[in-house]
Structures are given as C-alpha cells and as structure tokens.
C-alpha cells in the first residue's frame, strides 16, 4: 500500500473502525471497503445474480406451513440471490466485501408524504415488493398497501453522534438486490448497515461467512447477531410466522420490602 493509501485507510479507520468493529466486519475487508467507498465501486453485480423462483403448492400441507417455506419476504413474485461468478466468492479475499445501496430513507412520520410526493418512489415500491401498481398518479390503495408490505423489508440504523432529532432511528429499504436476499438460520453471507461520514450516506455492507461456489445461494440471517431465543422468534416474526402464546407476560407485583429504605 503507498503512502497515500496508508494515511486513508488510517483516516477511514479512525471514523468507522468502531462501527465496523461492533458489526463484526472483518479487518481484512476494511481496506477494499474504504477503495470502494471513497470510489463508490458497486461492482456486485460482477459476483452475484438475481434468480426468480416458482412456488409449487403441495397439496394437504397447512397455511402456516406454506407461509414458513415462502422464500420471498413479501408477495409473488419471489426471488433469491446466487453467486454467478465463474470462480466462486473466496472468504478470505480481501475484495469479497461489497456495497448496497438503499433505495429508501424514511422516518415512519413522512412515509405516507414521500409515497405520495417523491417521483418513482411508490412505483419502485411497489415493484419491488410484489404489488401491482400501473397507474402514473399515486393512489391511496397501493401506498397503504406499501405501507403494510414495508415492514418485511424495511432496517434501521441510528446515529451515535448529532442532535437528538438526528439520533431518531432511520428506517431503511435496500435496492432491489440487497432486497432480494433471504433470510436463514445458517447464513452464507453477513450484512450490516454503515454510514459514511465523508458522503453522509448510509450503504449496507456485505461479505461472505464462508468460501462459495457458483450456484450456491446467497443468504443473511434477519436477527444478525441476536442470540436469546426468544427475541430472535419476535424479530423473525415478519418472515417466519410462529405462536408466542406460550410466553409468560405476567409481571409479578413487588413485594413490600422492595420499596422499603
């Protein structure tokens, strides 16, 4: 690395390192990932494809059963991402890490306005979450129907630094690659959201979990880093539908020696 390239990445390191550090991103990315943002490289298409996927309907299996093997987050058509490279995707390759954009920043109080006023905005939502959507003029039905579909594909980050009002959580929706990618227990992939300073723009990254080879799907894990059970069910509840009526809500009234001095 030259001297120049050096003194960047110890600048990029300085800014981001404590965000890439609580993601888990792995320090040997760091260098590829600060080229491809000072650049703003998206070269993943050169790695990955989109693939559409047919449901078969097994006859005699139950709603809820349907429901959990539906490979697409929202509604048909459904998709899923593979590697298209000839040569695979090496973990330990430095430049395996790559950017996605964000098709969608919002604070939940102006979606409504945005769908309504922001040009393209309610036509690429809908055709990235499966509604039909034909018209030119937004319409009250397609965005309360965006509206409900948003929360299966919507993230969140907040800003550590700033004014209170800029440390409101930002809710998010990647383009319609990072969109595409499924959820799974045992992910190939990882991903996480970063802002960049220097641009002021949030990206998500990603970087594989393991070697890949042509063909095999890319998948992250919804609940990234969550590991109580139960939390992760609620989180996954969206995707993966499951009864939660098991849970003890009961919260036992403390006893008088509790509020004693």
């Given at each position: 690395?030259s001297?120049?390239?050096e003194?960047?990445l110890?600048?990029?390191v300085?800014l981001?390192?404590?965000?890439l550090?609580?993601s888990?991103?792995?320090?040997?990315?760091w260098?590829?990932?600060?080229?491809?943002?000072?650049?703003?490289?998206?070269?993943?298409?050169?790695?990955?494809?989109?693939?559409?996927?047919?449901?078969?309907?097994?006859?005699?299996?139950e709603e809820?059963?349907?429901?959990?093997k539906?490979?697409?987050?929202?509604?048909?058509?459904c998709?899923?991402?593979?590697i298209?490279?000839?040569?695979?995707?090496q973990a330990?390759?430095?430049?395996?890490?790559f950017?996605i954009?964000?098709?969608?920043t919002?604070r939940v109080e102006?979606?409504r306005?945005?769908?309504l006023?922001?040009p393209?905005?309610?036509?690429?939502?809908?055709?990235l979450?499966?509604?039909?959507?034909?018209?030119?003029?937004p319409?009250?039905g397609?965005?309360?129907?965006?509206?409900?579909e948003?929360w299966?594909?919507?993230?969140?980050y907040?800003?550590?630094q700033?004014?209170?009002?800029?440390k409101?959580?930002?809710w998010y929706?990647?383009?319609?690659f990072?969109?595409?990618i499924?959820?799974?227990d045992?992910?190939?992939f990882?991903t996480?959201p970063?802002f960049y300073?220097p641009?002021?723009i949030?990206?998500?990254?990603?970087w594989?979990?393991?070697?890949?080879?042509?063909?095999?799907?890319?998948?992250?894990?919804?609940?990234?880093g969550?590991?109580?059970?139960?939390?992760?069910k609620?989180?996954?509840?969206?995707?993966?539908?499951t009864?939660?009526?098991?849970v003890n809500?009961?919260?036992?009234?403390?006893?008088?020696?509790?509020?004693?001095?």
């Open positions: 690395m001297g120049d390239g003194e960047d110890a600048a990029f300085a981001h390192g404590a965000a550090r609580a888990r991103v792995p320090a040997c990315y260098e590829s990932l600060c080229r491809k943002l000072r650049g703003e490289v998206f070269d993943a298409g050169d790695y990955f494809g989109i693939m559409q996927v047919e449901e078969v309907d097994e006859e005699g299996d809820m059963e349907e429901l959990k539906k490979p697409n987050p929202g509604n048909e058509p998709f899923k991402v593979i298209t490279n000839e040569n695979g995707l330990s390759n430095p430049n395996s890490i950017l954009d964000h098709a969608w919002y102006h979606a306005q945005q769908l006023h922001v393209g905005l309610l036509h690429r939502m809908t055709n979450m499966g509604i039909d959507f034909h018209g030119e003029i319409d009250e397609s965005i309360e129907q965006v509206l409900q948003m299966k594909y919507n993230q969140t907040q800003l550590s700033g004014t209170a009002e800029e409101v959580p930002v929706i990647m383009d319609e990072g969109s595409r499924q959820h799974s045992q992910p190939s990882a996480a970063l300073m641009q002021q949030a990206y998500t990254v990603l594989p979990l393991r070697d890949l080879e042509t063909g095999d799907e890319v998948t992250r894990d919804y609940a990234y969550e590991t109580d059970r139960l939390i992760r609620c989180i996954l509840l969206p995707w993966v539908p009864e939660v009526l098991d809500c009961f919260t036992p009234e403390p006893s008088d020696e509790h509020y004693q001095v």
